[in-house]
Structures are given as structure tokens and as C-alpha cells.
């Protein structure tokens, strides 16, 4: 499976950005797309998941209420719509695939990782 993230850029405080993942190959051995974020000299962290069949989703505290995760089976597509950013939203976020059985929040759980795209969150 290979992932393509795109999507980041300079936003202020309050706006909006949508990020996309795109993902080829061999699909369908992913169950669950996740969308982690690492800000510099911070571990990577989850926040938000995805079912591809269900379209079950779950999501971090800390952007429940703000960010939305959805995607688009027919264009093998996940979307992470980004509203009220805050500057502590700024990091690198990465799209990952999981071929697991349930959702998971622990990025050991995922075997194929995008390449990152930056998201900034500044006046």
C-alpha cells in the first residue's frame, strides 16, 4: 500500500485546511486509516481514524469537535477537514494504514505510512 499526503500549508489561528490521503497498491489490505501528527521534539501522535467499510470513526480529545476524518472508497481517498486551528495543531501530519481488526491509536499498530505533510498554525 502506498500513501500520498497533501494538503498542509500557513494558516492562521481560527482557519480552516483539508488534508487528503491517497492510497494505491494493494488496498485492500487496509482496514483503517489513521491521521497522526509529530510536532518537533514530540513523539508522534494519533488523532483521528477511519473504518473503510464502516466508516466508523474515532478521535483524539484534544480535536474532537474540530476536525472531521471521512473518506471516499471509490477514490481510495481519506480526507481529514481541519476547522478552529489552533497553533498547538502545528506539527507534521501523516496518513497510515491499518490492515487490523479494530480500531487502534498506537502508531505500531499501523504498517504503512504516507510521507508527511506540514501543517503550520501562526499569525
Known amino acids: 500500500v502506498q500513501l500520498q499526503a497533501f494538503g498542509g500549508g500557513l494558516v492562521q489561528p481560527g482557519g480552516s485546511l483539508r488534508l487528503s490521503c491517497a492510497a494505491s497498491?494493494?488496498?485492500?489490505?487496509?482496514?483503517?486509516m489513521g491521521w497522526f501528527r509529530q510536532a518537533p521534539g514530540k513523539e508522534r501522535e494519533f488523532v483521528a481514524v477511519?473504518?473503510?467499510?464502516?466508516?466508523?470513526?474515532y478521535y483524539a480529545d484534544s480535536v474532537k469537535g474540530r476536525f472531521t476524518i471521512s473518506r471516499d472508497n471509490a477514490k481510495n481517498t481519506v480526507y481529514l477537514q481541519m476547522n478552529n486551528l489552533k497553533p498547538e495543531d502545528t506539527a507534521v501530519y501523516y496518513c497510515a494504514s491499518s490492515a487490523g481488526v479494530r480500531i487502534a491509536v498506537h502508531p505500531s499498530s499501523y504498517d504503512y505510512w504516507g510521507q508527511g505533510t506540514q501543517v503550520t498554525v501562526s499569525s
Open positions: 477511519i473504518s473503510w467499510v464502516l466508516g466508523s470513526t
Open positions: 497498491g494493494r488496498t485492500f489490505r487496509s482496514s483503517f
